[in-house]
């Protein structure tokens, strides 16, 4: 069984969207390209059970069919060949056919899996090897209808050959007719109900989170370690230390001298980093969702800085500031200037702290100002 994250995201999306509609696992594999054993794990739920039976994988139920079906068929083909000509791709342009049929005709028979197999016909793509349907105008009404290829009749448009009026007039007179059900009361439960969490969407907000941990720059191993992946229990120590945490996935940073030994610029970002994790934990927000939403604040807050700090640093810094991710104990303060009033780390490791770096970059520019002119 394939992972979620060796799926792309637009596979994922369109098998939700896949069962929401009712269709088989056999149509959702040609549409996405999971693996059955996949589909039948996380695509399918309690909420949306497999549907039970093969799919109608064949096109002798349009020509066997009543004449509604067949012009619905029409219609829902014709709304398909509309969207791809207008650039949209063929699965999302199935979908999105299929949903304006169903708003349209909500009583209607005609399910997904026939209309799949109908568009696989008609381009020859997913479950048909070859074209076996293409388009015919109606020399009546001038609609487009479906007909096996060089088989075209001009009379046999099931468009203007089905009585919508009544159809309609007969499934009125069959409502009318039949009693109205009784209500009833549904069982009252004293514990609120609670449904499991659909897997399809676990495994949607995993492939995204991992995308937006990759756009960030997160190496391979703080991207397992804020993912929790199972492969991130597997890593091993570095080399002269007995145990590894997740803080020191890379070169630990010098927190003996960390005023000495970390640029001035570098402790500024650190600090800006800092000062949004802590206001970002403070709002219930998990510690991933924390560190990402801290570092893309921080990156547009320092974009014009010569030498960005990578996100696994500020990964680093978060967790020694708050012994998080493999931590036991914090070996970072973040601490408040008397003079300019910002927050700044300091090492509670480092013997000789060099004070605020915000600043030291005030006296720095100030030397580097020119001399105002008398």
């Given at each position: ?79 398909y ?8 791709m ?21 399910g997904?899996d ?129 145990t ?38 403070r ?35 978060a ?18 200037c ?25 006296r ?11």
């Amino acid at each position: 069984m394939g992972s979620p994250s060796a799926y792309s995201l637009r596979a994922l999306e369109t098998a939700r969207e896949c069962v929401i509609l009712g269709a088989r696992p056999r149509t959702i594999a040609h549409l996405t390209g999971l693996t059955p054993g996949y589909i039948l794990r996380a695509v399918y739920c309690e909420r949306y059970p497999a549907p039970i039976g093969r799919p109608q994988y064949s096109e002798d139920f349009f020509f066997k069919t009543t004449r509604r079906l067949q012009a619905e068929a029409c219609f829902l083909a014709t709304h398909y060949r509309r969207l791809t000509s207008e650039g949209f791709m063929q699965a999302d342009a199935l979908i999105a056919a299929f949903r304006h049929h169903r708003a349209t005709q909500p009583d209607s028979t005609f399910g997904f899996d026939q209309a799949f197999f109908l568009i696989s016909r008609l381009d020859g793509i997913w479950a048909a090897t070859k074209s076996g349907l293409s388009f015919v105008e109606c020399l009546n009404c001038r609609s487009p209808y479906l007909a096996p290829h060089g088989m075209a009749q001009r009379d046999s448009c099931p468009v203007c050959r089905t009585d919508w009026r009544l159809k309609s007039r007969a499934r009125a007179r069959v409502r009318a007719s039949s009693p109205p059900a009784p209500p009833v009361d549904p069982p009252k439960s004293n514990r609120p109900r609670q449904d499991a969490p659909w897997q399809l969407d676990l495994d949607i907000a995993h492939v995204r989170l991992v995308g937006r941990l990759q756009q960030l720059g997160a190496g391979d191993k703080v991207l397992a370690v804020l993912a929790e992946e199972p492969r991130a229990k597997l890593f091993r120590a570095p080399r002269g230390r007995p145990t590894v945490t997740s803080a020191y996935l890379s070169r630990p940073m010098p927190l003996a001298t960390w005023s000495a030994k970390t640029e001035v610029t570098h402790r500024v970002q650190y600090a800006v980093f800092a000062s949004h994790f802590r206001r970002v934990v403070r709002l219930d927000l998990s510690l991933t969702e924390a560190m990402c939403a801290a570092f893309e604040t921080t990156r547009r807050a320092c974009r014009d800085y010569p030498k960005p700090v990578s996100f696994d640093r500020c990964f680093e810094v978060a967790a020694l500031l708050d012994g998080i991710w493999g931590v036991t104990e914090k070996r970072l303060e973040l601490l408040q200037c008397a003079s300019c009033s910002s927050h700044y780390l300091v090492s509670k490791a480092d013997s000789h702290p060099s004070g605020c770096p915000f600043c030291m970059l005030i006296r720095r520019h100030r030397i580097l100002l020119p001399a105002l002119a008398a």
